[in-house]
């Protein structure tokens, strides 16, 4: 009787060896991107921190996380919490070290967390919540990083449960080590317009690029010369509110040079981090950073450069209200 009781015990431990295995895999698997499926079987984890980013931007905040919220997240309001900050009398701008440790920390978040980011999967412009909050906590030095691709919307559509209330985070003590591979400033957008060795991508739609438009904190109308028009929405599908099939992506971004480095831009920062995210995470592209002071930034000083398509008659048209 003992070599099959043997056998019969060398046959469990496989098998529960295959089971460990099985269910360790999503967490090895994951991605930039994650879907509702992987984030259910991901709940209770250790180290595992869902971040519902829900603000007015969606039409959203803490008030509809309340409400209803993936169970065991917490409540960041992108608008609010301090994910952007005003410095040197600029808006949205990335916040100083201290800031972030603060706001990371008080989050529950370390270096050890696995963070998937959560927005309310109803826009591009709400997916640029999520991929600016990303590209800040990459930034700040996190690198276990994932966005719920879909969103609240999609958690709620496969029809998995949801909390009420509020989750309060327990606080820790997060040591931010900055990368500045992924940021841009003034100086580097001046280098590549100096010795051309660069591409300058503008993520905004085509009437702020043609300069029809302009936002409320820039100062002038028109892109930074040179720069590659590339819609942060049209990477986007508006039908199911999750980005486009990878294959669709990268049709999309070949109109970036390649083999370059890039640097995306756009009004704040804001939907030039869903290009950069699609870019650099999504596309693998290296070399791919985020101008997060964008067009607010550069043209603070009119001796900078804009390139315009905009008219005395677009002017005429302001004045009176017609339109653009």
Known sequence: MRPPLLSLVRMLVLALAAISAAASAPAQEAGPL???????LQLGQPNLVILDVRSAIDGGGVEAYARAHIPGA??????????RATRDGLPFMLPTIAQLEKLIGELGIDEDSRVVIVPAGVSATDFGSATRVYWTLKVAGLSRLSILDGGQAAWVAAGYGVETGTNTPSPTIFTASLNRDLM????????????????LVDARAPPYFLG????????????????????????????TNRLRPRA??????????????????????????????????????????LYY????????????????????WDDIKRFFRLGT
């Open 248 to 289: 669709e992506l990268a049709a999309i971004a070949a109109r970036v040079p390649a083999a370059v480095p890039v640097v995306t831009y756009c009004n704040t920062g804001h939907w030039a981090s869903t290009d950069w995210f699609v870019l650099s995470e999504l596309l693998g592209r290296r070399d791919v950073r």
């Open 34 to 40: 994650v879907s509702v499926d992987w984030l259910k």
């Open 74 to 83: 917490v409540h960041s309001d992108y608008d609010k919490a301090g994910w």
């Open 212 to 239: 029809k438009l302009k936002a409320d904190a820039a100062q002038a109308y028109g892109h930074i010369p040179g720069a590659i028009s590339l819609d942060s929405e049209t990477f986007y599908d508006p039908k």
């Open 184 to 199: 841009a400033v003034t100086a580097d957008v001046e280098k590549i317009l100096g010795d051309g060795n660069g591409a």
């Open 293 to 312: 002071g964008s067009t607010v930034d550069w043209t603070s000083d009119p001796a900078r450069p804009v390139s315009s398509s905009r008219t005395k």
